[in-house]
């Protein structure tokens, strides 16, 4: 495996809780690797130690087969979740500032296209919408044009719209040979960006692999999807399987054919009734608990 970064056996203890409890794993060049998790779970810490922010306790991180030292700040980008950006100045300017931090940086003109700056260059940053900021500070991160980039959840807070576009410079950054670690707690976007997914809870890695390769190996059933009022009778003899969420019953099943069968025999009615294969928020659930964390 062509590994941009090896992460060995990573422990960083925080407030008297181990945060991050033996950690491994590594980024292939020119892959996007997603680390999920609930809140508390450990993957801030992690990523906050791959980029240099922290120190761990013990264990390693090699970046090109060396620690982390001169040769990797130059070379990373950071989309923080939350950036403070110099007020009173345009986007120019600030992509301009943060080039002057750099010995080697992308010409302005390839940053403005490759993160579609061009009709609001000019303005002054605090008056962008929330598509337009992430997208500045997405330029930001690779002005630099650095082999790795870290995207701390770049879409919190976007509408749908801002948010797939996104998505399509991220796809776009990709294509250029870049490597993406991606943290995110959209499980579609994991899906459709992510070569590779790892997810932590409780600062250890509890499941990782391909998004279709986790699916694989968790289930082999599909979910049945009905409105609770369609139940009818059938809802005193729900399956085990079954869970009520926002007035619709979802039952998992393997056996789609005897679970119709059974439906109908217990009177509930179908008309409304749709099948869904099982997603990585299924996943996510199983492995984590439902339950709210702060």
Known sequence: MDALIEVRNLVRHYR????????????????????LGPNGAGKTTTVEMLEGINRPDS??????????????????G??????????????????QLFASLYPRTLPLEELVATCRLGEFLDRDARRLSGGQRQRLLLAIALVNDPEVIFLDEPTTGLDPQARRNLWDLMEAIRARGK???????????????????AIMDHGRIIAQGTPRQ?????FNDVILQLPEADLGPA??????????????????????????????EAGAALERLRIRDRTLEDLFLELTGRELRA
Not at 60 to 68: C, D
Not at 236 to 256: K, W
């Open 16 to 35: 008297g809780v181990k945060a991050v409890d033996g950690v491994s794993f590594a980024l292939r060049r020119g892959s996007c690797f997603g680390l």
């Open 59 to 76: 264990g390693s991180i090699h970046y090109k087969g060396e620690p982390l030292g001169r040769r990797f700040r130059e070379e990373a």
């Open 78 to 95: 950071i989309m923080f979740q939350s950036t403070a950006l110099q007020e009173f100045i345009t986007v120019r300017e600030t992509l």
């Open 179 to 197: 490597t993406i670690l991606l943290t995110t707690h959209y499980m579609e976007e994991a899906y459709i960006l992510c070569d590779e997914i």
């Open 214 to 218: 986790l699916l694989a190996t968790h």
């Open 235 to 264: 809802g005193a003899v729900l399956p085990e399987a079954g869970l009520v969420r926002n007035g619709v019953v979802e039952i998992a099943t393997a056996d789609v054919s005897g679970t119709v069968r059974g439906l109908l």
